[in-house]
C-alpha cells in the first residue's frame, strides 16, 4: 500500500514539473519524512520537461540534508515542498536544542562504529566529539551553519516561525531552541518572523465545541506564552490588518490573516523562497502549508492540470499523511478561504474582483474531503462517497493514529 501510495503521489507531481529524488531509503534521513522526497525543479509540460536544467544539483542537495539533518528538532530537516514561480516553500521543524542535539550526537557516534556521516569523515567527528566536552558554540556553530548552508542553496530567506514559546520547555529543561533565539544570530542573514499560532492542544477545544472555530480565542495569558508577534514592516503595510489586536482574533480569523501574510511574503520577492516551521513540524506546519498549496491551487498558479480529487490526493498524501490532531481543521476551513474578502493569490497582483471559480474548487475539495472523513473516520455527514482512493487513504491514516468515533478525533 505505501508503494502505491508513493506511486500515485510520485504521478500527480509529474502531471507538472520536472523533479528529482532525495532518497530516504528506510528513512534512515529524518524516519518521520516519505521514502521518496520530491525535489521540484521546474515547472513543466509534456513537451518541455526534459528542455531545462535546474540550477540546483541534487547530489549537493542530497549531501546538504545529510549534514543539516541533526539541526532541528527529530531530524526533521529543511524540506522544500512547494515550487512557486521558480521559488521553494519549504517545512521543517524547529531548531534542536542543546539536550536532543547532544543525545542524538552520540548516540550516532556510538551506534556507527565511530563514524557518522552527518559530519563527513571520522576526524570531524572526533573534532566536534571534543567540542561537545570542551567547547558549545563549536557543535551548534556546525550543525546550524549546515543547516543555514542547506537554506541558502535553496534560495530561502524568510523564515515563519509558528511557535507560541522562543524555547520549548519540559520540566525546566529547553529541549527545543529557534532562529530568532538564537545566541550567536546565526540566522542574521534572514528575514526572521514570529507568527506565534496554537499548538494542537488547542484543537480539542474546536472539537469540544463541535468543530465551530468562529469565536474561538487562544489563551495568550498562559506562562509558558512568551513569543510576541514580529513581523516586518513592509510585510504588514499593505494587508490592511491591525496586527496588535492579533491575541483577540478567533481561529478563523487568526488562520485567515497568518495565510494571507505568508501568500504576500511569496509573492513580494521574485527570487527567495519561505521556510514555515513550529515545534515538531507535523500540525501547524503541514496545516499551513496545505491552505498554501490548495490556495494556489485554485487560483491556478500551481498543479494547474490536477482536478479537485487529485489535489485532495496530493496533499493528504504528501502533506498530512502520518501527520497530526489538526488535519480535519484545515479542509473544513476552506469554506473561510473562497470568498472576495478573503484577497489571495490574484488580488495581491491586481486587488482585482472576486474570482468565482475559486470558490467552486475549493468547495470542491472541501465535500471530497468530509465525504471522505466521515467514511472512514467517523463524521456524520450525508455527502456522497468520494473516490475509493481518497477513502482507502483516509483508511489507513486513521488507523495509523487511531481515530475512530466522533469521541475520539480532532
Known amino acids: 500500500k505505501n508503494m502505491a501510495k508513493i506511486s500515485r503521489y510520485l504521478e500527480l507531481f509529474d502531471r507538472d514539473y520536472k523533479y528529482s529524488i532525495i532518497h530516504n531509503t528506510n528513512g534512515d534521513v529524518c524516519g518521520h519524512y516519505p521514502r521518496k522526497i520530491v525535489f521540484l525543479e521546474y515547472e513543466s509540460s509534456d513537451n518541455n520537461k526534459e528542455s531545462f536544467e535546474s540550477t540546483l544539483q541534487i547530489s549537493r542537495l ?5 549534514r543539516s539533518k541533526m539541526a532541528r528538532c527529530r531530524g526533521r530537516f529543511v524540506c522544500p515542498v512547494i515550487l512557486y514561480n521558480g521559488k521553494h516553500v519549504c517545512r521543517s521543524s524547529t531548531l534542536a536544542g542543546w539536550g536532543e542535539l547532544y543525545g542524538r550526537t552520540g548516540y550516532n557516534y556510538i ?23 570542551n567547547n558549545d558554540s563549536q557543535l551548534f556553530d556546525k550543525v546550524r551553519g549546515s543547516d543555514i548552508k542547506l537554506l541558502k542553496y535553496l534560495s530561502v530567506r524568510y ?3 509558528l511557535m507560541v514559546e522562543n524555547k520549548k520547555v519540559k520540566f525546566g529543561l529547553n529541549v527545543t531552541s529557534s532562529e530568532k533565539v538564537d545566541k550567536a544570530q546565526r540566522y542574521a542573514d534572514f528575514t526572521l518572523l514570529s507568527v506565534p499560532y496554537p499548538g494542537c492542544e488547542f484543537f480539542r477545544e474546536y472539537k469540544d465545541r463541535d468543530y465551530t472555530a468562529e469565536g474561538l480565542v487562544f489563551n495568550w495569558n498562559q506562562d509558558y506564552v512568551d513569543a510576541p508577534l514580529t513581523i516586518p514592516a513592509c510585510f504588514t503595510k499593505n494587508l490592511n490588518i ?9 481561529l478563523v480569523q487568526q488562520t485567515q490573516n497568518y495565510l494571507k501574510l505568508l501568500l504576500h511574503i511569496i509573492n513580494s520577492d521574485d527570487e527567495n523562497g519561505l521556510l514555515v516551521h513550529c515545534i515538531s513540524g507535523w500540525d501547524r506546519t503541514p496545516l499551513f502549508v496545505s491552505l498554501l498549496r490548495l490556495s494556489l491551487w485554485a487560483d491556478g498558479a500551481i498543479h494547474a492540470s490536477l482536478e479537485p480529487s487529485e ?3 496530493l496533499t493528504i498524501a504528501y502533506d498530512w499523511f502520518l501527520f497530526g490532531l489538526i488535519f480535519f481543521f484545515c479542509f473544513n476551513f476552506l469554506k473561510h478561504i473562497v470568498c472576495d474578502k478573503c484577497i489571495f493569490f490574484f488580488s495581491f497582483l491586481c486587488r ?35 473516490s475509493g482512493a481518497i477513502s482507502g487513504l483516509l483508511e489507513q491514516f486513521a488507523r495509523g493514529v487511531g481515530l475512530r468515533g466522533t469521541n475520539a478525533i480532532i
Open 62 to 66: 542530497q549531501d546538504l540534508v545529510n
Open 111 to 133: 551506534f556507527s562504529g565511530g563514524s557518522d556521516d552527518t559530519f563527513g569523515d571520522a576526524e570531524e567527528v572526533l573534532e566536534d566529539d571534543c567540542a561537545v566536552r
Open 159 to 161: 523564515i515563519c516561525d
Open 242 to 250: 491591525n496586527w496588535s489586536e492579533y491575541q483577540s482574533w478567533d
Open 311 to 313: 489535489i485532495l490526493y
Open 352 to 386: 482585482c474582483t472576486f474570482v468565482p471559480e475559486r470558490q467552486v474548487r475549493l468547495e470542491a475539495v472541501r465535500e471530497l474531503f468530509l465525504a471522505a472523513y466521515s467514511s472512514t473516520v467517523g463524521l456524520k455527514s450525508s455527502a456522497s462517497s468520494p
